[in-house]
């Protein structure tokens, strides 16, 4: 089975922290992509990478950074936190698409960020 | 920019009564339709899938089908079950990326013994 293992389910961080989010998938997919979920605003796409050391804006950079050194290993940067990153932060990982077009996404569990 | 649109947010169905989620999406490059259902405390899991070359998809009691013309996809659930309690996610691929997914607002559906 395919396993993505996010380092905290919980997460406590005062105003203005470096925050690491780590992420780690086991089934050497080629992409991986960070996501924050709010109630009433679905999945929303912070950043993605398709390989090593390759990363991309997705809908809501801004706060964030990303860094992927590792194939399976993909961690979310929050430079400075702000209240308004209080949030669940998902994971995912998925082969590179096919003939037939995009793969299916594997999730972490989420790791739930307080920020005071 | 690209979106996805689901309806309803929140569904209330008996147990043994169906249930029907409906999406639709703006990219016409969208190729790949996946539906998750994420139970409480949990990551997202996929449940089923479709792709642009096929109009109906069946797996036991789910069902996706999808409306290339009109960009709407929908799933069904018949003979509900408690268990299928949780918040469903319909997504659409971005055309032209690598594997990038657009996911609606979600469905809390809530199963009543």
């Known amino acids: 089975d395919v396993k993505v293992t996010q380092s905290s389910r919980y997460l406590v961080k005062r105003t203005g922290e470096k925050v690491f989010l780590e992420c780690v998938q086991d089934?050497?997919?080629?992409?991986m992509f960070w996501y924050r979920q709010d109630p009433g605003l679905g999945l929303r796409l912070i950043y993605f990478?398709?390989?090593?050391?390759?990363?991309e804006k997705g809908d809501i950079p801004e706060g964030y950074s990303v860094s992927r050194e590792k194939k399976e290993r993909f961690s979310l940067i929050l430079e400075s936190a702000s209240t308004n990153q209080t949030s669940m932060y998902l994971c995912?990982?998925?082969?590179?698409?096919?003939?037939?077009?995009?793969?299916?996404?594997?999730f972490g569990p989420g790791t739930r960020l307080t920020v005071l | 920019g690209e979106n996805v649109e689901q309806h309803p947010s929140t569904l209330s169905v008996q147990e043994g009564d169906s249930a029907v989620i409906k999406c639709t999406y703006s990219?016409?490059?969208?190729?790949?339709f996946p539906w998750y259902k994420q139970e409480l405390g949990k990551g997202p899991q996929l449940i089923i899938d479709?792709?642009?070359?096929?109009g109906e998809k069946k797996d036991q009691r789910i069902a996706v089908t999808l409306n290339k013309t009109a960009k709407h996809f929908s799933l069904h659930i018949t003979e509900t079950q408690p268990e299928d309690s949780a918040v469903y996610f319909c997504?659409?691929?971005?055309?032209?990326?690598?594997?990038?997914?657009?996911f609606g607002k979600g469905t809390k559906l809530s199963v009543k013994p």
């Open positions: 089934m050497d997919h080629e992409n």
């Open positions: 995912a990982s998925s082969p590179n698409p096919g003939l037939a077009g995009a793969n299916e996404q594997f």
């Open positions: 990478s398709y390989d090593v050391k390759m990363k």
């Open positions: 479709i792709r642009s070359n096929v």
């Open positions: 997504a659409a691929s971005r055309g032209g990326s690598q594997g990038n997914l657009i």
């Open positions: 990219d016409s490059a969208s190729n790949y």
